[in-house]
T-cell receptor, first 112, second 115 residues
Framework: DAGVIQSPRHEVTEMGQEVTLRCKPISGHNSLFWYRQTMMRGLELLIYFNNNVPIDDSGMPEDRFSAKMPNASFSTLKIQPSEPRDSAVYFCASSWQGDGYTFGSGTRLTVV | DQQVKQNSPSLSVQEGRISILNCDYT??????FLWYKKYPAEGPTFLIS?????DKNEDGRFTVFLNKSAKHLSLHIVPSQPGDSAVYFCAASDYPQGGSEKLVFGKGTKLTVNP
């Protein structure tokens, strides 16, 4: 089992550019979560999907952020346009019925 | 409003001694609690959990205690080892009663175990 796979591991982009983060959950897991980690706010949930359907997106900061899960094995988090305050580590996690919650290694995003 | 609080940003202990990490929560609907451990440049990894129907859960050197009336839980590591040096996150969930699978995390406590 390869675990939760995120790409890229690091992303440096200029302000105003579009950024796309990718996640492949563990096979068989039916829930997928996007978290953001910052020094000020710690680990905060942005959005989560159950059976590919967005269930709770109350943590998405603003309209610049969007997330999709077109199938059970792939999800994207997109920021357009990106801003320096979006710089953070973004984690994807997956679980089965709230069990076996497993995180990926994260994407460190730097917006300059 | 921070529903899960870890008031100590850092903790330093000597190898072989006990490490005690604390966590408080405000939402009385939480009934499942977890501790995660995070090394630099890696994602958090699950360490130990406890259901609200219990007040203690033990797994090797790690024990979690839950005091529901005080809305407080703690993680004990005995004996502490240098490899335990990491950031520890407390997390809480109201699943399945609350219907949401999301975990609410504290900001973490950085544990340093000195040889």
């Amino acid at each position: 089992d390869a675990g939760v796979i995120q790409s890229p591991r690091h992303e440096v982009t200029e302000m105003g550019q579009e950024v796309t983060l990718r996640c492949k959950p563990i096979s068989g897991h039916n829930s997928l979560f996007w978290y953001r980690q910052t020094m000020m706010r710690g680990l905060e949930l942005l959005i989560y999907f159950n059976n590919n359907v967005p269930i709770d997106d109350s943590g998405m900061p603003e309209d610049r952020f969007s997330a999709k899960m077109p199938n059970a094995s792939f999800s994207t988090l997109k920021i357009q346009p990106s801003e320096p305050r979006d710089s953070a580590v973004y984690f994807c996690a997956s679980s089965w019925q709230g069990d076996g919650y497993t995180f990926g290694s994260g994407t460190r995003l730097t917006v300059v | 409003d921070q529903q899960v609080k870890q008031n100590s940003p850092s903790l330093s202990v000597q190898e072989g001694r006990i490490s005690i990490l604390n966590c408080d929560y405000t939402n009385s609907m939480f009934d499942y609690f977890l501790w995660y451990k995070k090394y630099p440049a890696e994602g958090p990894t699950f360490l130990i959990s406890i259901s609200s129907i219990k007040d203690k859960n033990e797994d090797g050197r790690f024990t979690v205690f839950l005091n529901k009336s005080a809305k407080h839980l703690s993680l004990h590591i005995v004996p502490s080892q240098p490899g335990d040096s990491a950031v520890y996150f407390c997390a809480a969930s109201d699943y399945p009663q609350g219907g949401s699978e999301k975990l609410v995390f504290g900001k973490g406590t950085k544990l340093t175990v000195n040889p």
